[in-house]
């Protein structure tokens, strides 16, 4: 079984700035990426960045430029940096590691997220 955990959540201030943390224990054989997503109720959940063991980052557009993934590698704790919020990006942001847990293909598990709220 794999545990995902998020950390950093909170309220912060238009233009401020956070950074969330993703963990990930368990059966892990191999994990192939880790991305971040959001989501706001009502709406469907959206990625905001991904990271893969290449090395490759991509972005959303609604936060490129503004938002960093990292981690020394996807297998340890990855992080999402925050800044020049706005408003809209006020979320639950969830932590989607791809992982492989030994039945031989990849599998998002998924943590219970943690809520950022931009707001003054």
């Known amino acids: 079984q794999v545990h995902v955990v998020e950390s950093g959540g909170g309220l912060v201030q238009p233009g401020g700035s956070q950074i969330l943390s993703c963990a990930a224990t368990?059966?892990?054989?191999?994990?192939?990426?880790v991305a971040w997503y959001r989501q706001v109720r009502g709406n469907r959940r959206e990625i905001v960045a991904r990271?893969?063991?290449?090395?490759?980052?991509l972005y959303g557009e609604s936060v490129e430029g503004r938002f960093t993934i990292s981690g020394d590698n996807v297998e340890n704790t990855t992080y999402l940096q925050m800044s020049s919020l706005k408003p809209e990006d006020s979320a639950v942001y969830y932590c989607?590691?791809?992982?492989?847990?030994?039945?031989?293909?990849?599998?998002?598990?998924w943590g219970e997220g943690t809520l950022v709220n931009v707001s003054s």
């Open positions: 989607g590691p791809e992982i492989d847990d030994g039945a031989g293909s990849w599998q998002i598990f």
């Open positions: 368990g059966r892990i054989v191999a994990v192939n990426a």
């Open positions: 990271f893969t063991k290449k090395g490759q980052r």
